[in-house]
């Protein structure tokens, strides 16, 4: 997955509590956001599974369609 900085465009290192950016040497929060509504998911972890659900209408989301934001901490 690859996620780009905010700020100055380049892609982001992942890190265990989100996400860094060398250029702008930021730290960055990832947010879990529904692909057809773009609101943010619940996260749902059960049995070490991590699942997201939609509340507005559109259910359990596979991991691999949820859109990852970076937001500023």
């Known amino acids: 997955m690859e ?11 992942q890190t265990d509590s989100g996400a860094h950016c060398e250029r702008c040497q930021q730290e960055f929060h ?21 699942d997201y659900f939609c509340q507005n209408g559109h259910g359990l989301i596979s991991k691999k369609r949820v859109e ?5 901490d």
């Not at 996620?3 to 290192?13: A, H, R, T």
């Not at 990832?30 to 991590?50: F, I, M, N, S, T």
């Not at 990852?68 to 500023?72: D, E, G, I, N, S």
């Open 3 to 13: 996620i780009k900085c905010p700020v100055c465009e380049q892609l982001l290192q």
């Open 30 to 50: 990832l947010e879990a956001r529904c692909p057809d509504c773009h609101k943010l998911l619940e996260v749902l972890k059960a049995c070490g599974a991590v």
């Open 68 to 72: 990852f934001v970076p937001v500023a």
